[in-house]
């Protein structure tokens, strides 16, 4: 070995920046164990190490023990520096393009895993419990490849960061942990979708927040990340005596909490599909836990499904994973204060000057008091406080997430980040928190934003969740008057008719509500909606005047305008039909003199009943015929065909009562 030609350079044969030279255009994967063997002198490696790390990168994963050696012997001041240096390099070159084919490997790695698990379920694992130490590792090695070279960097550097920051012995160790965790944070961004990359993330932060477990045999974790065992490190050549001060230590645990906050929005928003499954769905499995008779027999729950996957369940340790004693009422007062967040430090040479002086992440913080709220009621974890409520806590949490730039905007956030919201509301309705709102302009705006959300998010899942909790906050107002103010304005201005559908769906709730409570209770105080006061308020915005509004230039024109209506028609249709045909409902509310003064026949029903015929000439041998193709036509005809029977359902029952 001493003929080596990395023995033989060695200083003093050659200096170090000579040494190096040689390294730079000579080293190779076969020369690294070699090369492990040379770095085992502290001496070299406290003046060489630094400038190694930027040769074994590539290298990975054969280069991986020689990096840990460099980090337990090289200086640790000027290793870190290069560390933080290579990640952010990773940043760079991922964020301009350069390792395109990542993002192509990374989608096999989810099915690597599978298969590999598949695999030592059975006799391999077996078999492969009798073999020795050198062939785990070459497994663990081969296992290594099929990583994308970026995330074997970032877990590297990582597992680097973890050693040299305990070897860092200085008054102020936040310096060197705030430039260390903005480099981290910054690669991260980039990596964010990778389960490896977060799990080195986990391990990354447990190592510096100072748990500490039995050194472990080298084996490849179910994330993929390599553990070697760890090896005595060499102490720090320019260690200060004087220990940091009680408000260090505190500035680097919030420096932590701050970064696990960032780590978490990164990891939620960034999570794939599983098992049919988008991110976290809390507000599903929640909803499934308070009311398991909604759900549908045979289908598979998302509560099952969270329980049945690896995957999933993985999902919420992750969530929860060292939050470092991030008090549960400092979050809630993040998310509830409408004041913007402090300006980030930009300035890599700018270090904050206490603990207060770090911000956490908003959304972070969001996702985080989420998943702790999930965990008491989805696994029966202890309760913890503060309670959260939905005046005032709730509607303000909806005002800083939901639209903050304008309303228009709302249903256009991420997925991730209304499922936190409205899971926090359901939480505070479930547990019967309601609060009372400053005033009933407060009770709209909170309700508009729901209501909206429910209108516009493109999940169909997410929208039929925030129009559960709009209608049970809607009705469980107690003034009457408020509620059908609500009603009435949806009606008379939202532009969306999904949602004025919804508005028709809890005008008749109130009105079955209110009918049967009068009915069973006659000392009780009528509401409004018993009276014929709410049909007279909303009729005109429900039954409208349709003469002119379905006549278009074109037939074509005319059918888009109705496809777009389609939805509010069939409901108005469907609520007309109930008011005629309850009795007790027909007569409270005068619906025959309504039919008669408002001409509802004239101006609403016959108008339709036209527009209907018309659309089905032109779908068998007019324009639409060929404008709307096969499966336009069939989709069309199928809704003539609902609106005719919704038709004929409401002429049947004016017939029963006299009307034309």
């Known amino acids: 070995m001493s003929d080596h030609p990395l023995r033989k350079s060695l200083p003093p044969a050659t200096d170090y920046l000579t040494y190096l030279t040689i390294l730079e255009y000579n080293l190779k994967p076969e020369q690294l164990p070699s090369l492990h063997e040379v770095l085992q002198d502290q001496e070299l490696t406290s003046n060489i190490g630094w400038d190694l790390v930027h040769l074994l990168l590539p290298l990975l994963p054969a280069a991986e023990q020689c990096l840990q050696d460099v980090a337990r012997l090289g200086n640790p001041r000027e290793v870190v520096l290069k560390v933080t240096e290579s990640l952010r390099a990773i940043y760079t070159e991922l964020d301009s393009g350069a390792s395109d084919n990542d993002d192509q490997q990374a989608e096999n790695v989810a099915e690597d895993e599978k298969v590999k698990a598949r695999r030592t379920d059975g006799q391999d694992s077996a078999e492969g419990a009798q073999k020795g130490g050198q062939e785990e590792l070459t497994k663990v090695d081969a296992d290594a490849t099929s990583i994308p070279l970026s995330i074997r960097q970032f877990n590297a550097l990582l597992s680097m960061l973890s050693v040299l920051h305990p070897r860092i012995k200085t008054k102020y160790p936040s310096r060197f942990f705030s430039t260390s965790l903005r480099a981290v944070l910054t690669a991260y961004t980039r990596l964010a979708w990778s389960p490896e990359a977060t799990a080195a993330v986990i391990q990354f932060v447990k190592a510096l927040s100072g748990q500490k477990r039995p ?223 400053r005033d009933d302009e407060h009770f709209n705006k909170y309700l508009q934003r729901l209501s909206l959300l429910s209108a516009n998010t493109p999940s169909p899942t997410l929208r039929y969740h925030a129009h559960i909790l709009t209608s049970s906050i809607l009705h469980s107002h107690p003034s009457d008057l408020v509620r059908l103010t609500f009603i009435r304005d949806t009606l008379q201005h939202c532009p969306y008719e999904n949602l004025k559908a919804s508005a028709i769906g809890w005008l008749k709730d109130e009105v079955i509500t209110a009918d049967k409570t009068a009915h069973l209770d006659r000392a009780h105080q009528l509401s409004v909606f018993a009276t014929p006061v709410a049909i007279d308020t909303a009729a005109p915005y429900i039954l409208l005047d349709l003469a002119e509004a379905l006549q278009q230039p074109s037939t074509s024109d005319s059918w888009t305008a109705f496809k777009v209506n389609f939805s509010f028609y069939l409901a108005s249709l469907n609520f007309y039909y109930l008011l005629l045909s309850s009795q007790h409902i027909r007569q409270s509310l005068g619906i025959v003199d309504l039919h008669t003064r408002q001409q509802i026949s004239k101006q609403f029903l016959d108008p339709l009943r036209e527009a209907s015929k018309q659309y089905q000439a032109a779908f068998e041998n007019g324009p639409l015929a060929e404008e709307e193709g096969q499966a336009g036509v069939i989709g069309g005809l199928s809704d003539l065909l609902i609106l005719d029977d919704a038709l004929g359902r409401v002429s049947d029952a004016m017939a029963a009562v006299g009307l034309q």
Not at 291 to 319: C, N, W, Y
Not at 344 to 369: C, N, Q, T
């Open 215 to 437: 050194n472990l045999p080298p084996r490849m974790s179910s994330r993929g990340i390599r553990t070697i065992p760890s090896q005595p490190s060499a102490p720090d050549p320019e260690a200060q005596l004087e220990p940091p001060t009680s408000e260090e230590t505190a500035l680097q645990q919030r420096l932590l909490q701050s970064f696990i906050t960032h780590v978490l929005e990164d990891y939620i928003l960034c999570m794939p599909l599983a098992d049919g499954v988008m991110r976290m769905a809390w507000t599903s499995r929640l909803q499934e836990k308070a009311h398991p008779e909604k759900t549908i027999p045979g289908r598979t729950t998302s509560v099952q499904k969270f329980a049945q996957s690896e995957k999933l369940h993985a999902r919420d340790a992750m969530a929860l994973a060292r939050d470092l004693d991030v008090s549960s009422q400092e979050l809630l007062s993040i998310i509830t204060q409408p004041e913007a967040d402090p300006e980030p430090l930009d300035d890599e040479d700018a270090f904050p000057s206490s603990a207060s002086a770090i911000p956490l992440s908003r959304v972070g913080a969001l996702y985080l008091f989420a998943a702790k709220k999930a965990s008491c009621k989805l696994f029966g974890s202890p309760a913890f406080d503060p309670e959260i409520s939905i005046y005032p806590d709730h509607a303000h949490i909806v005002e800083n997430f939901l639209g903050s730039d304008n309303m228009t905007s709302i249903g256009t956030e991420a997925e991730s980040l209304i499922d936190a919201v409205l899971c926090l509301g359901v939480f505070a309705f479930e547990d019967g928190l309601l609060g009372d709102p």
